[in-house]
């Protein structure tokens, strides 16, 4: 699988409606699903593993957990799905991830982490990655991300999703780790320089995705994260710019139109009121921005306010700009 360019999983964002949003801008960004705990799968409702269509590949299900054997028995049951990859949380750095000793908690127990990787590789027929940190509270980001990259790399893990910032448990909320934690873009770089036969992505506070592969050129690739939410044309150029192939080029009334004939075969009202939400930053600095938002915001009138919106779009915006 290219990963030169990803989308990076985020909670209550990364659903299917917003990958299906995303692939009407890019068809080859790797997609990731949100994080869903073990516990989740094996106890709950494995209907969640369900919820892609063909069209958001390539896509990646990113897992939650600290249970060796609970993360084995997933990855086996993940081979009858068409998910490209499995991908592993170390970095969520929520006090409730925390609690459950899962995400960025899991930096500080290596050997554990290990054990997770080597369960699930041994169960899985799909390629097993690792979403990781430059390290946790007060430990240091040099000898000690080394240990920990050389000590899970054991297990046949070669590919690193890296946030270039620290975790600062129990003091930063999740909003602060993404801001307050300061960037250390070349600490990522020096990690492939002393991992070369691994596989980096980096993540974290890339805004400008000519700048980042230029930038990142050492690496294999980059991660957005939020700006490729609050601001969903941002893919419209990654086909060309990292894959040397045609961007998609629809215009702004084609991809609404193709979402809301999307939310028309969907049965569950959440689900549609979800994409209404993810479909906001799509209109971003257009004139008629705060009008359609409003439209699209009253899900009770949003069926009436289709041919609207369409109409608002329709002679003023004709590509993505």
Same mark, same amino acid.
């Given at each position: ?13 990364t ?54 054997e ?45 054990d ?6 041994e ?26 990259? #050389?000590?899970i ?13 620290k ?10 780790n ?20 691994l ?5 974290g ?25 609050s ?29 809301f004939?999307?939310f ?32 699209? #915001? ?12 369409? #109409? ?10």
């Open positions: 699988m290219n990963r030169k360019f990803c989308v990076a999983p985020m909670m209550a964002k659903d299917s409606q917003y990958r299906f949003l995303a692939r009407q801008l890019s068809s080859k960004s790797v997609l990731f699903t949100e994080m869903i705990h073990t516990n989740a799968i094996l106890y709950g409702n494995k209907n969640k593993l369900h919820e892609y269509t063909g069209i958001q590949k390539p896509l990646v299900l990113q897992l939650g957990g600290n249970d060796p609970a993360l084995s028995k997933v990855c086996f049951q993940v081979k009858e799905f068409s998910y490209d990859e499995i991908n592993l949380n170390l970095g969520c750095p929520s006090p409730k991830v925390k609690s459950g000793n899962f995400g960025a908690a899991l930096m500080a127990q290596p050997e554990l982490v290990r997770c990787l080597m369960a699930m590789t169960s899985s027929n799909k390629p097993i990655t690792v979403k990781i940190r430059l390290g946790i509270n007060d430990g240091d980001i040099h000898d000690s991300l080394d240990k920990f990259v #050389s000590t790399s054991e297990c046949k893990v070669k590919v690193f999703y890296v946030h270039a910032r975790a600062i448990l129990d003091k930063l909320s999740p909003k602060d993404r801001e307050i934690p300061p960037l250390n873009y070349e600490r990522v770089i020096k990690l492939k320089e002393d991992f070369q036969d596989e980096i992505i980096v993540n506070g890339i805004k400008n995705i000519e700048k980042a592969k230029k930038d990142f050129a050492k690496l294999d690739g980059i991660m957005l994260g939020r700006e490729a939410y601001n969903p044309r941002i893919l419209q150029k990654i086909d060309s710019t990292f894959y040397e192939s045609d961007d998609m080029n629809k215009s702004l009334k084609e991809i609404t139109e193709n979402m004939n999307y028309d075969t969907l049965n569950n009202k959440s689900e549609i009121k979800r994409g209404l939400i993810h479909m906001h930053g799509l209109y971003s600095g257009l004139k008629d921005a705060r009008r359609i938002r409003i439209l699209l #915001s009253n899900f009770n009138y949003f069926k009436k306010a289709k041919n609207e919106i369409i #109409s608002l779009l329709d002679n003023n915006y004709s590509k993505v700009a």
